[in-house]
């Protein structure tokens, strides 16, 4: 299994880099994020372990 840690995870890049490697089960993903509004983190967010 391979491990990616994606920065910005809320940013343009980041949401559109996550959306690419969730499509794939044998990667495990985490997600670092600025403190936004809750309504800017949507649910593409789910099973990924925020840091």
Do not use: W
């Amino acid at each position: 299994m391979k491990k990616f840690l994606i920065c910005g995870a809320t940013g343009f890049i980041g949401k559109n880099v996550i959306l690419g490697l969730s499509k794939n089960k044998n990667y495990q993903i985490h997600a670092v994020r600025f403190n936004r509004k809750a309504y800017d983190t949507p649910k593409m967010l789910f099973g990924i372990e925020q840091i």
